[in-house]
Nanobody
Framework: QVQLVESGGGLVQAGGSLRLSCAASGRTFSSYAMGWFRQTPGKEREFVAAITWSGGITSYADSVKGRFTISRDNAKNTVYLQMNNLQPEDTAVYYC?????????????????WGQGTQVTVSS
């Protein structure tokens, strides 16, 4: 069992940056693949980025590639999402997710644990 708590969301102007953090409870964080997803009202939750349990392999949605970076610090039980050059279309609630697995998944159904979400709003 793992509990996830996101932080770092907020309001930023287009072109700005934010860093989201997701703190995980439990002693086996390094055994979990982690993902970031986002959701806007009326739309399905969509994949943003994911990272393997070691941090050695990452994956990004095409819409954020080159602007967002996922990373993790297993000593701190935390996964990060650095978001640069934010655009209004990045506005959403961002969720982190975890699965007890080496590999990551790009669909919400691939994850067993979810945080409560953090709002990111980008103004034009």
């Amino acid at each position: 069992q793992v509990q996830l708590v996101e932080s770092g969301g907020g309001l930023v102007q287009a072109g700005g940056s934010l860093r989201l953090s997701c703190a995980a409870s439990g002693r086996t964080f390094s055994s979990y693949a982690m993902g970031w997803f986002r959701q806007t009202p009326g739309k399905e939750r969509e994949f943003v980025a994911a990272i393997t349990w070691s941090g050695g392999i990452t994956s990004y949605a095409d819409s954020v590639k080159g602007r967002f970076t996922i990373s993790r610090d297993n000593a701190k039980n935390t996964v990060y999402l650095q978001m640069n050059n934010l655009q209004p279309e990045d506005t959403a609630v961002y969720y982190c997710a975890a699965r007890y697995s080496f590999r990551y998944y790009k669909t919400p159904s691939g994850y067993d644990y979810w945080g409560q979400g953090t709002q990111v709003t980008v103004s034009s």
